[in-house]
């Protein structure tokens, strides 16, 4: 089993910035993806951004050119920097592991873009 365990959430206004981490723990394979997606009242979870332990990554159109993610690989642990937020970025953003036959998921932590 592997465990993630998420923090950096908050309330922010907007064009501001937060930073997100998920720490991975537990049976953590040699290649994997980690990601974060995002829930908002009422609408689908929706991918924000993966990266692989290839170094591949993925971005929403949405959050291309101001969120960056990147991982350190010796804690398993993944980052999330969001800048320039805006009120349509609220949301609980979920962190998630995936490896052959896994696919894991964070408890989830609120972001919450408001002035």
């Known amino acids: 089993q592997v465990q993630l365990v998420e923090s950096g959430g908050g309330l922010v206004q907007p064009g501001g910035s937060l930073r997100l981490s998920c720490a991975a723990s537990?049976?953590?394979?040699?290649?994997?993806?980690m990601g974060w997606y995002r829930q908002a009242p009422g609408k689908q979870r929706e991918l924000v951004a993966t990266?692989?332990?290839?170094?591949?990554?993925k971005y929403a159109d949405s959050v291309q050119g101001r969120f960056t993610i990147s991982r350190a690989n010796a804690e398993n642990t993944v980052y999330l920097q969001m800048n320039s937020l805006k009120p349509s970025d609220t949301a609980v953003y979920y962190c998630?592991?995936?490896?052959?036959?896994?696919?894991?998921w964070g408890q989830g932590t609120q972001v919450t873009v408001s002035s």
């Open positions: 990266i692989s332990t290839a170094d591949s990554i």
């Open positions: 537990g049976s953590i394979f040699f290649a994997y993806v």
């Open positions: 998630n592991y995936r490896s052959p036959g896994r696919d894991d």
